[in-house]
């Protein structure tokens, strides 16, 4: 029961690892992310496309006390809840942890939220950008010198999404030795706060305060972009071995040879002109010359690829990293980030329309088909609308 995108991603993983998903929506809207857009591809929005594959969609009016029982009803044979409203109202209708719990203990339920379940701001909404200024995220992105920005893409909610699926699949280790469930809190501040874990932990060591410095890295040298003859490129010097292949690859056989350039700390020290020193070199020939020779010299090295490369980038594409939704025009989902050896082929079912799996659902739990017609005359359920017009 999570909207927008960290709860969406969490239950997606799962689902893409053999969960059964039931996407409990709220009757005639369902989740925010449906009206996210533009893009919408036949009504339906991209954003929403890309969170929501291999789910079943349960629409209820929680507002209503046979909508609420119904819920209930399909608690006490669940094996995972996952929600992310006010935990006020989450009390007021009995659909908290501690009473979810009494009547099923073996729930594994998980909370998420912008700020946690305790602390002082634990009632305050919170979004992605809001976690990103918070966590000090922003604090150190962007270019040398700029302002702060955010990172152009949903990272707490999904590295949310990503923490929740992990401390859910640990929990149901636990549930199936046992039989005891759990409670699972987890925020989009707490995972930005494990992003920026080097930051912080530089920081309290000692380091400056850190501020926007581009693609740059604040420990390694030589870890950044530059510019080649045509575009750019990355370059990634993590060790001292990968220095000295890459003083080879690049003819610069005096940075190489300069005992003082040995160890990062002192190319940090010098890091000034050993950078001007190598954009200088990398500017004379094309970015794909110096990828061919990095290649064969062992030297990771990239193009800052755009989205119109990256999902024709060969790699991705043998990885069929980029799923195209079932019977949809124009819409993809991006495969998770693991692969199981057991699956020859990724789970890949379509998003659901809102309320398609309603009726079923219900069957399942015990409903009769005359008391399904009730809740849906009442208006505590809903259907898809193709159904409805039936």
């Known amino acids: 029961m999570t909207t927008s995108y960290a709860g969406p991603t969490a239950s997606m993983y799962l689902a893409d690892l053999g969960a059964t998903v039931i996407k409990v929506e709220r009757p005639g809207r369902g989740d925010d992310a449906r009206s996210w857009g533009p893009p919408f591809v036949d009504g339906v929005s991209a954003w929403f496309a890309s969170a929501n594959r291999n789910k079943l969609s349960f629409a209820v009016n929680l507002r209503t006390p046979e909508g609420l029982d119904a819920l209930l009803r399909l608690l006490d044979d669940a094996d ?9 109202k989450l009390v007021r209708m009995g659909i908290d942890g501690e009473s979810l719990r009494a009547r099923n203990p073996r729930l594994v339920y998980c909370a998420m939220s912008g700020f946690g379940l305790d602390g002082p701001d634990s009632a305050l909404a919170g979004y992605d950008l809001v976690a990103q200024a918070r966590s000090g995220l922003m604090s150190v992105t962007g270019e040398s010198g700029g302002a702060p920005q955010r990172v152009s893409t949903a990272l707490s909610d999904i590295g949310t999404g990503m923490a929740a699926a992990i401390a859910i699949n640990a929990a149901l280790v636990r549930q199936a030795r046992t039989g005891v469930g759990e409670t699972i809190d987890v925020s989009l501040l707490d995972t930005d706060l494990a992003l920026m874990a080097p930051r912080i932990a530089a920081y309290c060591a000692g380091e400056p305060e850190p501020a926007p410095s581009g693609g740059t890295d604040s420990v390694l040298s030589v870890y950044q972009p530059f510019e ?14 990968i220095w000295q292949r890459f003083c080879v690859a690049a003819e610069l056989p005096e940075l190489g ?19 001007a020193l190598v954009a200088a070199r990398l500017a004379e020939r094309p970015a794909t010359e110096w990828l061919r020779i990095f290649a064969e010299a062992q030297v990771p090295a990239a193009l800052v690829q755009s989205l119109s490369e990256v999902v024709k980038d060969p790699q991705v594409v043998a990885r069929t990293a980029v799923l195209p939704v079932p019977g949809a025009r124009d819409l993809v989902s991006v495969h998770s980030p693991f692969r199981l050896g057991s699956q020859a082929a990724p789970r890949n079912e379509r998003f659901p329309d809102l309320g398609a799996d309603t009726r079923r659902i219900l069957t399942r739990i015990g409903y009769t088909e005359y008391q ?10 809903g259907l898809a609308a193709e159904e409805v017009s039936r």
């Open 80 to 88: 995972v809840f996952l929600q992310n409203m006010n935990p006020a």
């Open 257 to 275: 040879a300069d005992p003082a350039l040995a160890d990062n700390a002192g190319r940090r020290a010098d890091r000034e002109r050993v950078i």
């Open 372 to 381: 399904i017609d009730a809740l849906v005359a009442s208006g505590a359920v």
């Open 228 to 241: 080649t003859a045509d575009r750019t490129l990355v370059l990634a010097i993590g060790n001292d071995v």
